[in-house]
């Protein structure tokens, strides 16, 4: 009975007052993991505090300066990562044909969308690839525009004097 409420506003608002980075976990695209095989169904996976570029993650930071993305892409080579804007997105793709690996045959594809903020310009964005295999997008955030001076002139009022 007390918990209702505190349930009801969880669920209407999760993300209220998040603040920081985006992360997306669980982004391996493909790897197998032998914890993965031996778990309960019902187990939650222990999330661990390694690097992005070591999990497989994705991280977002919108700061008042700058948008960046960082995403994991060591899976592919760079000849294989496709980005670009669209509208008002920022799409990743990223695949590779079927190819031998230590457990047999894999071929992995993701894609991959982020919404611009508003005040980035979708011509502004780069990207570069590091040698661990982290795929960072930014773009710098637009200047404010600041206001026109406009002189406001003062008229005077006539009194009965």
Known sequence: MALTPFLRGFW???WEGQNGPSRLYDQHFGNIVADDLFRHP???R???Q???QQTGKS???NTD???RVNVDVQQFKPEEINVKTKDNRLVVNARHEERPDEHGFIMREFTRQYVLPKDVDPNQVTSSLSKEGVLTLKAPKKALEAPDERKIPITHEK???
């Open 46 to 48: 222990q999330y661990d």
């Open 159 to 161: 009194g009965d004097a």
């Open 65 to 67: 300066s700058e948008f």
């Open 12 to 14: 209407e608002h999760p």
């Open 50 to 52: 390694r690097l992005p």
């Open 42 to 44: 019902f187990a939650m």
């Open 59 to 61: 991280e977002v930071v």
